[in-house]
């Protein structure tokens, strides 16, 4: 036997008691004739205690012990005569009288301690060196215990776990799909699912009536900070309902977390915000509720005084930054270079202080008289102190995207986003077609499966652009952390909509006509949701990426650096596939 | 609001109360002036009752209703006058006052009844609709239930979820892997786990001590009835254990199950069988214990008696059937065909009943005296009224296995292989390596992480047939339900078993260089387990195929047929893989 006990557990009530431990050497200190090592596992950390007058060979093997060594020790538990508060083990220490070395280590590459000096790359190349720190391992811990708490609550509520298959066809559309040659069938392919969205609408056909998985999904996209091309989300699919019942239910999931994990008791129903105003009010849809320094709109005020940048502009709006009026010239300039930033692209920043006084000095004086000024203060309901920031452009919702960067960004600068603060709320009424400049023709916003909201029928015939869906996304912190809709289930209108989409028959039929085909036998009105497990956690945890949620994460060009994949097949993998690799030129 | 309740939730405590189903229906009966409809959801069935003497139109469009149409009625709960015992909800009906139709339906390809006139092509071909006959539905629901179980049981006991990753890098050694090229690393190619034996290594390197995951795994082999190319795997890996620890644990897995599950109270520990008992004794490394007809060794009994086909074996033995004497030529003959099929590969089969006088009457009377016999029937304890069956052959082991499917199918023709009844038992002491043929030398029986038994390790250098190895496999009634070992944690010794098993130096590197590295820093002692999360749903179930209780399987050529996967690509897929599809004509 290993170990009795962990290095968590042992109390000043155990005191007196022969116990045997084993884990890992964080640190050894020698203090007079004493030597103590930390040692570490899971659990915790327990003090040794090595007493050279006692047993000098001992103590000295101890010393020569490495950091990072894995040992098991035999010893008696005594009450320490400094304590560690700071250690749920901090009373006591093991008085050791046998040690082992059940393994040496050499001298890891980086430092195991939350503070440690290893970088991002070398990090993730020893991984498993990583992830014994434990604000690593909180983060992995965090995840098994929420998905703990999301499956009881989904069970309690008689939702069936699934698994759907990860082997399945190509869809073409849509985001881009990892494939998988298959040997038996040869020239075809597997894909892997970027959703199981067909596959659980058919459990709804099947009848299983609430369905949910935590489950693996896939894209093959260019990756960006918080994308990783597998990532983890957990699915759900309800019958006979509609889009209050699934956001009820939904937002009760949202708030056992909360509670369970967080300890935070959210009582009040969730703000449902239609994504109009959304995106009127944030120029978002998934707004950061967590302060205010909701958008203005100056178009009424500000235009026709000869200034001809505004004069010129679709669209003029600001926010309100309280107390922001101290901001210095260097500041100001800051921000505008941060909205003049590639990715963000405002032409310019308009200010106006509020002063001591009331009267408003802004950047554009010579254009605005006073009053004038005084009318926008009243619209901000600005007072002393405060800092209005403006921005205009041609282009009305580019320009309330720029305004939403630099709302988001005085809200870090101001300290408003704080990490252990929740602000969550239902975005609603979605559009569900989008215009695609690319390809010239709208495109669904979600999916083609989701059902455009029942008065809006008509306008699929007239106004495209203007029908609503019945779609809703959670957000919490400015984070989209779930989404989804109440699908169609009829199959005329689901054939509508391929068409509105420019699927011609034969290729609706290719792609989802096993959908379609079992929408002829029965299928119940149905909708869901997925919410993304990594955004839940990081959320949970204070992360920035989802990656430090991941046990094993992928860089940025889809590698994982710790084991070298992906790397070449042998000549005999690809010849069994029937594949030959022919990589052009780079254009 | 679709509905107030489900069609399996009311009683007759309802009654009076005015509620609102929705579900499917399953029969529409005329009776008189009355028309009942039963109407089914996943919780069960209620009746609908129309009256044409109260409303006319309304009984009418009840008698319109097809099967399998999704409908929502209005009505009050009443006493059935002619109750159903047979249904939960039997006690009542619903006196229906409005009915609209949700949804029609064509009428199914098969009844959607437990004994439905759909054959297995069909069936599969509309899951959707197989999946809605409760001798379906009902396995996947228990899948359901048996993972939050297993779930509970596992987190009680201090485990965490870890998901590993799906993209990994591929083996070439052992089963054949599934690969997915990579569009940003042109040429290069990801695997698909066969399953997370290295990075469960990983997570014990990294401190989690006790880690697991229901997870899916993926095979490239030509299929059997009871193989997928993905399964379903529960992972679990422990540090700080030896064999006997790991054991403990899973058994008490295993009695959780049958408790919670089947309300089955396991008190005793299973038994453990060493492999070479299992072999000696029921000629497989999984014996079905649900009955004993143990092999008895005949070789110094029958050999030496001018019966040149045993007088040149290397092994004779044979099995005793209780009670068979009965068997008639023609059952005798039709067992000897049995063990000549191909897949057995017996030469033929020796028989000889005890008769009710005690005397022995053999198919190889000529050669043998009643002494001998005598002493045969002795060394079975065979009664009269007993049927002892004998194969020999040239090859011990071969013989044993040829026996033992002889066995298995005396056990069934002799109803000792209830689906109700279990037997539990752990095989352990497996052998280290086994030689292949095919590549002229020794291979690892399991995997090149197993460890040797400590008191085995000087055997390595001088009989490495002879190793054993700290492995175990849980069997129940026959089936290989799980196994694992204690890994090696030592890097002199991981070095030599790859140089036993013919890795060079560079080869090892290559293919296991990231989990040799990390066991430089500090690998602790660990061991695990992988039980086949199918198998044991099946087991459960009593099912014949772990095809069952899969919501969405594969056929034997790897394709599901519903969604007509796989498939072959658009040319712009296979371009931006930099892949070529060349199929080479069969040989």
Same mark, same amino acid.
């Given at each position: 036997?290993?170990?009795?006990?962990?290095?968590?557990?042992?109390?000043?009530?155990?005191?007196?008691?022969?116990?045997?431990?084993? *884990?890992?050497?964080?640190?050894?200190?020698?203090?007079?004739?004493?030597?103590?090592?930390?040692?570490?596992?899971?659990?915790?950390?327990?003090?040794?205690?090595?007493?050279?007058?006692?047993?000098?060979?001992?103590?000295?093997?101890?010393?020569?012990?490495?950091?990072?060594?894995?040992?098991?020790?035999?010893?008696?538990?005594?009450?320490?005569?400094?304590?560690? =508060?700071?250690?749920?083990? *901090?009373?006591?220490?093991?008085?050791?009288?046998?040690?082992?070395?059940?393994?040496?280590?050499?001298?890891?590459?980086?430092?195991?301690?939350?503070?440690?000096?290893?970088?991002?790359?070398?990090?993730?190349?020893?991984?498993?060196?990583?992830?014994?720190?434990?604000?690593?391992?909180?983060?992995?811990?965090?995840?098994?215990?929420?998905?703990?708490?999301?499956?009881?609550?989904?069970?309690?509520?008689?939702?069936?776990?699934?698994?759907?298959?990860?082997?399945?066809?190509?869809?073409?559309?849509?985001?881009?799909?990892?494939?998988?040659? =298959?040997?038996?069938?040869?020239? #075809?392919?597997?894909?892997?699912?970027?959703?199981?969205?067909?596959?659980?609408?058919?459990?709804?056909?099947?009848?299983?009536?609430?369905?949910?998985?935590?489950?693996?999904?896939?894209?093959?996209?260019?990756?960006?900070?918080?994308?990783?091309?597998?990532?983890?989300?957990?699915?759900?699919?309800?019958?006979?309902?509609?889009?209050?019942?699934?956001?009820?239910?939904?937002?009760?999931?949202?708030?056992?977390?909360?509670?369970?994990?967080?300890?935070?008791?959210?009582?009040?129903?969730?703000?449902?915000?239609?994504?109009?105003?959304?995106?009127?009010?944030?120029?978002?849809?998934?707004?950061?509720?967590?302060?205010?320094?909701?958008?203005?709109?100056?178009?009424?005020?500000?235009?026709?005084?000869?200034?001809?940048?505004?004069?010129?502009?679709?669209?003029?709006?600001?926010?309100?930054?309280?107390?922001?009026?101290?901001?210095?010239?260097?500041?100001?300039?800051?921000?505008?270079?941060?909205?003049?930033?590639?990715?963000?692209?405002?032409?310019?920043?308009?200010?106006?202080?509020?002063?001591?006084?009331?009267?408003?000095?802004?950047?554009?004086?010579?254009?605005?008289?006073? !009053?004038?000024? #005084?009318?926008?203060?009243?619209?901000?309901?600005?007072?002393?102190?405060?800092?209005?920031?403006?921005?205009?452009?041609?282009?009305?919702?580019?320009?309330?995207?720029?305004?939403?960067?630099?709302?988001?960004?005085?809200?870090?600068?101001?300290?408003?986003?704080?990490?252990?603060?929740?602000?969550?709320?239902?975005?609603?009424?979605?559009?569900?077609?989008? $215009?695609?400049?690319?390809? *010239?023709?709208?495109?669904?916003?979600?999916?083609?499966?989701?059902?455009?909201?029942?008065?809006?029928?008509?306008?699929?015939?007239?106004?495209?652009?203007?029908?609503?869906?019945?779609?809703?996304?959670?957000?919490?912190?400015?984070?989209?952390?779930?989404?989804?809709?109440?699908?169609?289930?009829?199959?005329?209108?689901?054939?509508?909509?391929?068409?509105?989409?420019?699927?011609?028959?034969?290729?609706?039929?290719?792609?989802?006509?096993?959908?379609?085909?079992?929408?002829?036998?029965?299928?119940?009105?149905?909708?869901?949701?997925?919410?993304?497990?990594?955004? $839940?956690?990081?959320?949970?945890? *204070?992360?920035?990426?989802?990656?430090?949620?991941?046990?094993?994460?992928?860089?940025?060009?889809?590698? !994982?650096?710790?084991? !070298?994949?992906?790397?070449?097949?042998?000549?005999?993998?690809?010849?069994?596939?029937?594949?030959?690799?022919?990589?052009?030129?780079?254009?």
């Amino acid at each position: 036997m290993y170990r009795t006990h962990t290095c968590g557990q042992l109390r000043l009530a155990d005191a007196g008691a022969e116990v045997t431990l084993s *884990g890992w050497v964080q640190r050894v200190r020698k203090l007079g004739g004493m030597t103590f090592v930390d040692l570490r596992d899971r659990y915790g950390i327990t003090q040794l205690a090595f007493d050279s007058e006692n047993d000098a060979a001992l103590c000295e093997q101890a010393n020569s012990l490495g950091r990072e060594y894995v040992i098991q020790v035999d010893g008696k538990v005594i009450e320490r005569t400094s304590k560690n =508060s700071k250690l749920a083990t *901090g009373d006591i220490e093991i008085a050791v009288s046998r040690l082992t070395v059940l393994n040496s280590s050499e001298v890891p590459p980086f430092t195991i301690e939350d503070n440690t000096d290893g970088g991002d790359d070398i990090r993730m190349k020893y991984r498993y060196l990583d992830l014994r720190r434990s604000c690593v391992s909180h983060n992995l811990l965090l995840r098994h215990r929420m998905t703990m708490e999301i499956r009881r609550y989904l069970d309690s509520m008689n939702f069936v776990e699934i698994e759907t298959p990860v082997l399945i066809g190509s869809t073409p559309e849509g985001a881009r799909d990892f494939v998988v040659p =298959s040997r038996m069938n040869p020239g #075809q392919f597997y894909a892997l699912p970027q959703s199981p969205q067909m596959f659980k609408q058919l459990l709804m056909v099947a009848g299983f009536d609430r369905y949910f998985q935590i489950v693996k999904c896939f894209r093959d996209e260019d990756l960006r900070a918080d994308r990783q091309p597998e990532f983890t989300q957990i699915d759900c699919e309800m019958s006979f309902v509609e889009q209050q019942d699934v956001i009820g239910l939904f937002e009760g999931m949202a708030k056992h977390l909360f509670k369970t994990i967080r300890g935070i008791e959210l009582t009040e129903p969730f703000m449902q915000m239609p994504w109009s105003d959304a995106m009127r009010l944030y120029g978002s849809d998934k707004p950061d509720l967590r302060f205010g320094m909701q958008f203005v709109e100056l178009m009424d005020i500000l235009k026709g005084h000869g200034f001809a940048v505004f004069d010129n502009a679709a669209y003029i709006g600001g926010i309100c930054a309280t107390g922001a009026a101290t901001y210095t010239r260097k500041q100001l300039d800051q921000l505008t270079d941060f909205v003049k930033r590639p990715q963000i692209g405002a032409k310019g920043l308009v200010y106006a202080r509020v002063e001591a006084d009331g009267n408003v000095k802004s950047s554009v004086d010579k254009f605005y008289t006073q !009053d004038v000024l #005084q009318q926008m203060k009243a619209a901000f309901d600005a007072k002393p102190g405060d800092l209005i920031l403006i921005l205009s452009g041609d282009d009305v919702m580019k320009t309330r995207k720029q305004l939403c960067e630099l709302r988001l960004e005085m809200g870090s600068q101001l300290g408003l986003r704080d990490k252990n603060k929740f602000a969550c709320l239902w975005v609603v009424d979605f559009p569900l077609f989008e $215009w695609s400049d690319e390809e *010239g023709r709208f495109m669904a916003m979600h999916h083609p499966f989701t059902s455009p909201k029942p008065e809006d029928i008509p306008l699929l015939d007239t106004d495209m652009g203007a029908v609503r869906a019945n779609a809703y996304d959670m957000v919490v912190n400015g984070v989209e952390v779930g989404g989804g809709s109440i699908r169609i289930h009829d199959k005329q209108l689901q054939n509508k909509m391929f068409e509105l989409l420019g699927f011609t028959q034969q290729r609706a039929e290719e792609q989802f006509g096993f959908l379609m085909n079992a929408f002829k036998y029965g299928a119940p009105p149905h909708g869901g949701l997925a919410y993304g497990l990594d955004r $839940w956690v990081s959320l949970f945890a *204070g992360l920035d990426s989802i990656r430090d949620c991941i046990a094993f994460p992928k860089n940025n060009s889809g590698r !994982d650096v710790m084991c !070298d994949a992906p790397a070449p097949l042998e000549p005999k993998q690809l010849d069994e596939l029937n594949l030959v690799v022919d990589i052009k030129e780079k254009k």
